[in-house]
């Protein structure tokens, strides 16, 4: 079955600092992947998706993730934090197995220290 | 913003009790999911649709029932709602399914004592 382990449950960095949140999935054939963002009491929103083109993606507020297929990951990275970051992120894959279902990971929570 | 809206955003009933989550789009996407968001579970699904009157089981369907008479509206039912069945539930539509982006709704709060 397919899965996602985001290491972490909780992240801090400080305003400024690298962002890095990380996502494993395991997926016998290739994946499609997804990170989204949720701000509190709010739904989850779209940051960017990975689906068998580029292996950088960039996506909104200016973070990006890089597929890597030998080591099955799908980090999220950006360069320099801001407060407005802090939040939870999801990673989420789906494959051609899976059918029309996702599966996410048990989530991030990004605290960003001034 | 894709429109997606969810009602009621917050309930509170008894254990015992049926409850009907609905959910409501107006962007004519195929597919609508049902998931429920607990701590330390991120995110599960429920049930999903892929069309008015298709839908299939996500990995933790038990105890809950879906229906969808119109591409608009996709319903969660619980048929006799259970403590363990406390949680935040989300609807999201997809265009095309597994490959594409799913657009979520705010979410209901329920609360069964």
């Known amino acids: 079955a397919q899965s996602v382990t985001q290491l972490g449950s909780h992240v801090s960095v400080s305003e400024g600092a690298l962002v890095l949140l990380r996502c494993n999935y395991s997926?016998?054939?290739?994946?499609?992947l997804f990170w989204y963002v949720q701000y509190p009491n709010q739904g989850l929103q779209l940051l960017l998706k990975?689906?068998?083109?580029?292996?950088l993606v960039k996506g909104i507020n200016g973070f990006e993730a890089e597929f890597k297929k030998s080591e099955t990951s799908f980090h999220l990275t950006k360069p320099s934090a801001h407060m407005s970051d802090a939040a939870e992120y999801f990673c989420?894959?789906?494959?051609?197995?899976?059918?029309?279902?996702?599966?996410f990971g048990t989530g991030t929570s990004l605290t960003v220290i001034p | 913003d894709a429109g997606i809206t969810q009602s009621p955003r917050h309930k509170v009933t008894e254990t015992g009790t049926p409850v009907t989550l609905r959910c409501h789009q107006t962007?004519?996407?195929?597919?609508m999911y049902w998931y429920r968001q607990d701590p330390g579970h991120g995110l599960r699904l429920i049930h999903y649709?892929?069309?008015?009157?298709?839908?299939d089981k996500g990995e933790v369907s038990d105890g809950y029932s879906v229906s969808r008479s119109k591409t608009e509206d996709f319903l969660l039912t619980l048929e006799s709602a259970t403590s363990s069945q406390t949680s935040v539930y989300f609807c999201?539509?997809?265009?095309?399914?597994?490959?594409?982006?799913?657009?979520f709704g705010p979410g209901t709060r329920l609360t069964v004592l």
């Open positions: 999201a539509i997809s265009l095309a399914g597994g490959i594409d982006t799913q657009y």
């Open positions: 997926s016998s054939v290739p994946p499609y």
């Open positions: 990975y689906t068998s083109a580029a292996t």
């Open positions: 989420a894959v789906s494959d051609s197995n899976t059918g029309n279902q996702f599966y």
């Open positions: 962007e004519n996407h195929r597919y």
């Open positions: 649709s892929y069309g008015v009157k298709d839908t």
